[in-house]
């Protein structure tokens, strides 16, 4: 039995993922299951999903996936060493045995290249030079040590999920696919079949969508973002952000998770005179920080996340059943009392006291005030 496993953001879901799920359905068979685990309202880059999580799971499982689990925050808003950890652990513990991504070159052995990788001494990965960022210099390493240069974005995730499934015993086949259509942070490119999520997004916070959206994205899916209040994105969350900092004293920043190095005295210097948070970025920028990773440190500030707080979540890290299909509900039945994963399909007070759930139902209250919809509380799995 081959039981797929995708690691998703769908932000939001377009035709290449569409032609990814459909990839994952040939090597998973017509009676397999594909597993999807997706980042909730919350994703990598530091930001809140486009769409809210039970929108992006209707059409995930609508496209083909037959279990579709909702990716803790303490996972999903991380850099993607931690980020593909926490993935492929929790694929792995419901049972998935291969997993399919996307790649800009699928010719590289990756499961060869992630081994090579993680053997490398961690004194090599002591990364001193502050003129330059962690990335860089771990792209840097990396070349220099296995003789390859990676740099586009989505080699350099497949690379972390190498590394991490060879820490973790190598327990599943990888499956790179070439990507097809644009590339991962293009701009919008009409003549092309695929589009980039980022190009999707910025059309729609622009008020550029239009029929030409469908070109992309599945019908109901773009119904569905019209029906929305509004979308959520930093020009919204930049006037809570700066309250948060400008009414939160050092000492309180200083237990925000991954606040490190004075970042604490340099955010709140400049929030009080940053008019966006492109601006505010900006003014702390330097070269030894990622936007993603300053977006992602904004974010937990905002959510007041602390390192105690991540630590719990670590701790007791649970997965979220958004929805199933036939295929996907008789698979669950099969492996529950097998799974070591505490997989939960009812939120309730019991479970919410502690652990990732209890992160997850504080940082989705955020999100529930932005587009008025009850993200935990009531629901129930979607079924396909």
């Not at 803790?72 to 652990?89: C, M, Q």
């Not at 499961?111 to 990788?117: H, M, T, W």
């Not at 502050?130 to 690379?159: C, D, F, K, W």
Request: glycine share 6%.
């Amino acid at each position: 039995m081959s039981v797929v496993g995708i690691i998703a953001e769908y932000n939001p879901f377009h035709s290449g993922h569409e032609f990814l799920m459909n990839q994952a359905r040939y090597i998973a068979g017509s009676k397999d299951p594909i597993v999807v685990v997706m980042s909730g309202n919350y994703v990598q880059r530091g930001e809140m999903a486009i769409m809210d999580k039970w929108s992006r799971a209707q059409t995930a499982l609508e496209s083909g996936a037959d279990l579709v689990f909702e990716l803790p925050f303490s996972t999903s808003v991380e850099p993607a060493d931690l980020f593909a950890l926490g993935s492929i652990d929790q694929l792995v513990k419901v049972g998935v045995t291969d997993l399919i991504f996307g790649v800009e070159d699928a010719t590289q052995n990756y499961a060869y290249l992630g081994s090579k990788i993680a053997e490398i001494p961690q004194s090599h990965m002591d990364f001193n030079d502050y003129s330059q960022t962690y990335s860089t210099q771990y792209n840097q390493m990396v070349a220099r040590e296995v003789g390859h240069e990676v740099s586009e974005p989505n080699a350099i995730l497949a690379l972390a999920y190498a590394v991490a499934n060879h820490n973790l015993g190598t327990p599943l086949v990888l499956h790179p696919i070439n990507r097809i259509g644009a590339g991962h942070d293009d701009v919008l490119q009409s003549n092309k079949v695929v589009q980039s999520a980022s190009a999707i997004r910025n059309m729609i916070l622009h008020n550029e969508v239009g029929c030409t959206l469908e070109e992309w994205m599945p019908k109901k899916e773009v119904k569905l973002l019209f029906k929305q209040k509004n979308y959520p994105n930093w020009n919204l969350l930049f006037p809570f952000l700066k309250y948060r900092l400008e009414s939160s004293s050092i000492s309180e920043l200083q237990n925000i998770y991954q606040m490190s190095e004075g970042l604490e005295y340099k955010m709140k210097q400049e929030i009080h005179t940053a008019q966006t948070f492109t601006e505010f970025l900006r003014r702390v920028k330097s070269k030894r920080y990622t936007y993603s990773r300053l977006r992602r440190l904004s974010l937990y500030t905002l959510m007041n996340v602390t390192q105690e707080d991540m630590i719990d979540s670590f701790n007791h890290e649970s997965l979220f059943l958004l929805g199933y299909s036939k295929v996907g509900r008789k698979y669950l039945k099969r492996i529950r009392k097998e799974t070591p994963a505490d997989i939960i399909s009812k939120v309730d007070q019991k479970n919410t006291q502690s652990g990732s759930m209890r992160l997850q139902l504080r940082v989705d209250r955020f999100f529930e005030q932005l587009l008025q919809v009850d993200q935990n509380f009531g629901r129930r799995p979607l079924e396909v």
